[in-house]
């Protein structure tokens, strides 16, 4: 029914940036919230940043002030922004889609993820 899918990943330098994208595509009437974890090499998924439906942003400490998280409605699509990369924000990058549709009430949807990798 719903649709997740995320892009932008890829190996980049210390410092360097990356920008991903996360757009939901199926059966929605609105999106509550969408959230971007990550999980590095041999760690649990964590939270890194969320966007609300009234743009409210959270952010994990350890990105605040590096990554910016942002949508657009008209596309369904979040993106997270990430700048100053560390090689410790090497990580598989998952999008989380909290949405409603015609048929079903708040349900979760995941991407596939899309592996960030930092050199140092």
């Known amino acids: 029914q719903v649709q997740v899918v995320e892009s932008g990943g890829g190996l980049v330098q210390a410092g360097g940036s990356l920008r991903l994208s996360c757009a939901a595509s199926?059966?929605?009437?609105?999106?509550?919230?969408m959230t971007w974890y990550r999980q590095p090499p041999g760690k649990q998924r964590e939270l890194v940043a969320g966007i609300d439906s009234g743009d409210s942003t959270n952010y994990t400490d350890s990105v605040k002030g590096r990554f910016i998280c942002s949508r657009d409605n008209a596309k369904n699509t979040v993106y997270l922004q990430m700048n100053s990369l560390k090689p410790e924000d090497t990580a598989v990058y998952y999008c989380n889609v909290d949405c409603t549709g015609r048929t079903y009430w708040r349900r979760s949807y995941w991407g596939q993820g899309t592996q960030v990798t930092v050199s140092s």
């Open positions: 199926g059966s929605i009437s609105r999106i509550h919230a």
